[in-house]
């Protein structure tokens, strides 16, 4: 089992800075894609970017240019850099750990970002 904890979502207004950091604990995330999910009200989860255990990188449309993911292995996190932040980045952001070959996803409880006009 793989427990995530998310931190460092809030309010901020519009062009302004969040971090996201995930901390995960039960296992090493060494070999799993790790990454972000946000589901705004009303809408579907929708994924923001990823990290895999090989060194690729994945940005959704929307956020390319804007955030950035990284991650420490030896500390088992995952951070988002949020900058420029719009209104519509406005949502619920969750983490996630995706296990190599059974491809089955751990999640976090999610933290609230709320960015205002």
């Known amino acids: 089992q793989v427990q995530l904890v998310e931190s460092g979502g809030g309010l901020v207004q519009a062009g302004g800075s969040l971090r996201l950091s995930c901390v995960a604990s039960g296992s090493t995330i060494r070999d799993m894609t790790m990454g972000w999910y946000r589901q705004a009200p009303g809408k579907q989860r929708d994924l923001v970017a990823f990290?895999?255990?090989?060194?690729?990188?994945y940005y959704d449309e929307d956020v390319k240019g804007r955030f950035m993911i990284s991650r420490d292995n030896s500390k088992n996190t995952v951070s988002l850099q949020m900058n420029s932040l719009k209104p519509e980045d406005t949502a619920v952001y969750y983490c996630?750990?995706?296990?190599?070959?059974?491809?089955?996803?751990?999640w976090g409880q999610g933290t609230q970002v709320t960015v205002s006009s």
């Open positions: 996630y750990a995706e296990r190599p070959v059974t491809g089955y996803i751990f």
């Open positions: 990290t895999s255990n090989d060194g690729r990188i």
